[in-house]
């Protein structure tokens, strides 16, 4: 065998072993996470959204943690969306991927950040919201295709999270 073959096999044989071994660790969190609520349906009525732009779904990581990506459920993936604010509560419509809807009351806090979860951009590239799915404290990434709509995003969540005490108050909630 000449050394031309063998240097080929060895680099198969690594590249399975890492790919392997993603996907065995990928595995592991998907179990480790099992615990995870389900999350929230999509109300069959939307009022009509106050801001809507299309970007990129980063992931959904634990809050404070931004390598922790929480696997199940689909919200690690990254992929295309458009984020849409509603009285609601905001929507992540993700194509190929099962949509993220958080409701009003369940987001906690919004903020720009440079980075999360493999996703790394210039300072506040990044739209990160906080919220709560059961008993565990979410941070969920997005990046807008036009930064002129990363500002209009903020602007509107932080309304809605300033809105949600005094109007859940006046529904008896």
């Known amino acids: 065998m000449d050394t031309q073959m063998l240097s080929a096999l060895v680099t198969v044989a ?3 072993v890492v ?9 592991s969190r998907l179990r480790r996470q099992s615990d ?3 999350l929230p349906e999509v109300p069959q009525h939307l009022s009509p959204a106050t801001v809507a732009a299309e970007g990129q779904y980063v992931a ?23 984020l849409s604010i509603h009285a609601e509560g905001v929507l992540f419509d993700r194509p190929g991927a099962a949509p993220v809807f958080i409701p009003r009351a369940a987001v906690t806090d919004s903020r720009q950040a440079a980075g ?24 969920t990434g997005f990046r807008s295709r036009r930064s002129a ?3 209009l995003l903020l602007q509107a969540l ?16």
């Open 14 to 16: 690594l590249i399975v």
């Open 116 to 139: 999360m979860a493999g996703k790394f951009v210039e300072k506040d590239g990044l739209l990160v919201i906080s919220w709560m799915l059961g008993s565990r404290e979410l941070d």
């Open 36 to 38: 995870v609520e389900r």
């Open 19 to 27: 790919l392997t071994m993603i996907g065995l660790g990928w595995r």
């Open 149 to 151: 709509d990363q500002k």
């Open 60 to 82: 959904t990581t634990t809050a404070g943690d931004w390598l922790d990506r929480i696997a199940v459920q689909g919200l690690g993936l990254r992929t295309n969306a458009e």
């Open 158 to 173: 932080q309304e809605l999270t300033s809105a949600a005490p005094q109007a859940d108050a006046d529904s008896g909630k």
